[in-house]
Structures are given as structure tokens and as C-alpha cells.
């Protein structure tokens, strides 16, 4: 990847690149937990297309065939994680894209620019790839990131990296559709990506496991649709995966685990929620 320019307020000057995202207020308290998020103006954005419709579960990665038959290239799927329980003292943010990525450090200088400090990074091999870590603290403060408009940031601001210095990733992620040089050729049904569960996690907490189509904006409104219920969200991950957004939070009531029906009402209501999305205009 190159130098991409980069601001607080937006991913980039780039004309060619669409604002996806505002800060509206970098002073809020740096809490996930007791503060209730900033309603984020919202448009409608609907994962849907006259194009096929896929069951993401066995969705494949997009393959380029040539003349004679024969694969010329796969296009791994890209992976975006945001990880707030590993690390008590940073935010760990981990990008995935096969063996294509190399240093990054036109996302450090993005991510820089939204007020963050990487202090750590390191890199390691496995089966699915080249796995790039950053460690993120918030220059102001230098403590871990804790408001959701800010991680959401984050998270954009990579993706829009992503589709803006490998275009090839366009066509194998959600924002590929809007943002990028080649939406993707199948989309997602939001009915059947959509999964929720809550679970059990000890005496003083429980486990929220979110799966749904991505779209900007999504971890801002899954914590408001979760704290609107007065349910605080302690911790968790966010994962970006191709066309799919999966998030595990810690959850509690009054800091107790939820109960049973607590636990439904907290379900339904996410599953309601995610499969009628709906945002202002002000969300772009």
C-alpha cells in the first residue's frame, strides 16, 4: 500500500473516495460502558440486488478463470479485526488479505491521523495467510480506544485503505459495492446471514455473538441497539470477514449476567433490528 490522506473527520481527499464516516465528537468520555453512544444519523443501505443472492456460509472467494479453463488467481477473503479483550492497556487491530499485504504503512499514517498511536506491531504467517497486528492507543490519553464512533473509524478508515491500494478486494467486500472499483458479484441475503445468541458467561456477565451482513456504521448501531435496552456492553470483538460483519461482546445487566428473558428480549430485538437496517443520510 502507498500514503493514503487522512483526516479525523474524513477516510480521505481523495475525490475518488466517497466520505463513509464522522467523528462528530472526539471529547465524549472514553467509556464503552456507561455512556450511551451518539445516534448516528442513517440512510437506507440494503445488501440486496437484482445479482444472486448467496447463503454466506458457503460463500466462495472470488476466482479469475482464463481462456482455457484454468484458474489464474483467487482473491483471498479480507479480514478485519478489532479486538478490545486481549489487550487491557490498546486496541488490537489485526488485517488479513492472503499474502498481498506488505508493511502498512499507509494505514499506521491513517490511523494516525484519527488521534491514535500504533505502539506495537508485529506480523506472523500461518495457513491463511500474512497476519499484520497493531496495538492502538489514543494519543490524547494513552489508553485503549472505548468509544464506538472511534472504533468504527478505525475500522473504515482500513477497509477504505483496503479497496482504495488493492482494488481487488472491492469485489469481496461489502463497501466494495459503494466505495469501490468492483462491487461484488453475489450478495448477501440479510435474512439468513443474520445470526444472534446470547449466552451465559460466569455470574456477572454474559456473551452477546452477533453475525450479519456488514454495512458502514454497523458497530456504532449493534452498541446503541444494545445500550437502548440498558444493557452495558463491557467488551468484545469485531471481526470484518468478506461480505460478513461478527462481533462477540461482554454483556450485563446492572452488573449482573442477563437473564433469561432478558437475554431473548436482547436477541429479538437485534434480529429485528438487523435484518430492517436503516440510516439517514448523515451516516455518509
Known amino acids: 500500500m502507498a500514503s493514503a490522506a487522512n483526516c479525523a473527520v474524513y477516510f480521505s481527499s481523495n475525490t475518488n473516495c466517497l466520505t463513509v464516516f464522522e467523528i ?46 484454468s484458474l489464474l488467481d483467487t482473491v483471498p477473503t479480507p479480514k478485519v479485526i478489532i479486538d478490545q479483550d486481549s ?43 500474512k497476519h499484520n ?21 478505525i475500522r473504515l478508515t482500513i477497509i477504505n485503505n483496503l479497496l482504495q491500494y488493492h ?24 435474512d439468513i446471514a443474520t445470526h444472534v ?11 452477546l455473538f452477533v453475525e450479519t451482513a456488514d454495512r458502514p456504521g454497523l458497530l456504532v448501531d449493534l452498541v446503541k441497539s444494545i445500550t437502548d435496552i440498558n444493557i452495558a456492553v463491557e467488551s468484545g470483538e469485531f471481526d470484518t470477514e468478506g461480505l460478513l460483519a461478527k462481533a462477540t461482546f461482554h454483556v450485563n445487566y446492572k452488573g449482573k449476567a442477563l437473564i433469561k428473558p432478558l437475554q431473548q428480549v436482547l436477541a429479538n430485538s437485534l434480529r429485528y433490528f438487523l435484518r430492517r437496517p436503516s440510516t439517514e443520510e448523515a451516516s455518509f
Open 87 to 129: 489487550d487491557p492497556d490498546a486496541t488490537v487491530v489485526e488485517i488479513t488479505f492472503g499474502d498481498r499485504l506488505g508493511a502498512l504503512l499507509d494505514t499506521m499514517n491513517a490511523l494516525k491521523s484519527l488521534g491514535l498511536n500504533v505502539t506495537k506491531a508485529n506480523v506472523y504467517l500461518d495457513s491463511s495467510g
Open 167 to 190: 482494488p481487488e478486494s472491492s469485489s469481496q467486500l461489502a463497501m466494495g459495492a459503494t466505495f469501490g472499483v468492483e462491487p461484488p458479484k453475489e450478495t448477501i441475503d440479510v
Open 197 to 207: 445468541r446470547v449466552r451465559d458467561d460466569g455470574p456477572d456477565r454474559s456473551l
Open 24 to 69: 462528530k465528537n472526539h471529547s465524549l468520555p472514553a467509556t464503552f460502558v456507561s455512556r450511551q453512544p451518539n445516534t448516528l444519523g442513517r440512510r437506507s443501505l440494503r445488501l440486496s440486488s437484482p445479482t444472486t443472492r448467496i447463503d454466506p456460509r458457503v460463500a466462495p472467494s472470488a476466482t479469475a478463470i482464463g481462456n482455457d479453463g
Open 133 to 153: 497486528k497493531f496495538s492502538i492507543t489514543k494519543a490524547s490519553t494513552g489508553r485503549k480506544v472505548e468509544e464506538p464512533e472511534l472504533l468504527e473509524a
